[in-house]
């Protein structure tokens, strides 16, 4: 039985950023070095080994450091820190509106803690003996802004999967 997670609010995600403000975790600018130097796995690998998932999301706080996964990481040499052209700078822009926890519209704008739902960070979860880890389905320029960021805890949809394994054809 999974434990009972904690309700995503848009108050309880500004409380977590300035708490991690208070503990100077939270970077002022992307830490791009640090970014590099993170775990990543290109959700390619995973492909031929994918286990059916849960259609059904849950939209829970977990810990960014488990997220490992993100599409076409293969594809570029500065791993997270990677940014398509269109989006030069959005890493940048996730780093400064977490720095500025009081303007809650643009807190809203990264996690969609209330509105546009759809728009939430999706990630697939991997389970395994010491907990489980995370692939980006949706979101990776605001995970890699988070990383950046270095908070630690960040909500998301979850799609977890679905015991016992049946492999995806």
Known sequence: ???KQEVVTKEKTIDVIKASIEKGVINDKPDFEKLKAEPIID???FYDVEPTRSEEAEFEYIDTR???GRPNANNYADGWAHEYDERQGRIGQIVDQINNPE???GIERIF???DQPGDRIKLASY???AGPIYTVLDGTHRVAGVKASGLEKMPAEIYRTNYPYEKNS
């Open 112 to 114: 969609h803690s209330e």
């Open 66 to 68: 488990k997220i490992v």
């Open 103 to 105: 303007d809650e519209a």
């Open 1 to 3: 039985t999974a434990a």
């Open 43 to 45: 959700t390619k690998s």
């Open 127 to 129: 389970e395994g003996p």
